[in-house]
């Protein structure tokens, strides 16, 4: 009986990218790496720069050893999900939506156009009160 792999979106994968908690990407698989991190010869900071995107460039940048390249597969936990895009979709508005923005501005401009409106008539009254006096 074949065993089940468990697949992971990128937005699941990205989310375990801290010390306590350190997964990778490398080539569509996914590998918990948490327990590893003190151990690795790059440090754990390189693992954990590589968190939260494939990091299968890096991987292979590093030229890593047969004897890694096994000993990665012992933390192996699951595949990336590839059906599900890798970034989400954006929402796109409607012509509905950006009228209703358009009446909304319209209808606040004639609500507030008074404001304007008495601020150049307070200058003029001033401005003939100041010219009468001379």
């Not at 151990?39 to 720069?49: K, N």
């Not at 890694?68 to 699951?78: D, Q």
Request: hydrophobic share 35%; net charge negative; with cysteine.
């Amino acid at each position: 009986m074949p065993t089940l792999t468990k697949l992971y979106t990128i937005q699941e994968i990205s989310h375990h990218n801290t010390q306590e908690d350190c997964w990778i990407l490398i080539d569509n698989k996914v590998y918990d790496v948490t327990k590893y991190l003190d151990e690795h010869p790059g440090g754990d900071d390189v693992v954990l720069a590589a968190t939260a995107k494939d990091a299968t460039d890096e991987f292979e940048d590093a030229g890593h050893s047969e004897s890694a390249m096994e000993l990665l597969e012992s933390f192996c936990i699951g595949e990336l999900d590839t059906s599900s895009p890798a970034i989400p979709e954006l929402e796109i508005s409607s012509k509905k939506q950006s009228s209703d923005y358009a009446w909304k501005l319209t209808d606040l401009t004639k609500h507030y156009w008074a404001v304007p409106v008495v601020a150049v008539g307070i200058s003029v009254v001033l401005g003939f009160l100041y010219m009468r006096k001379k």
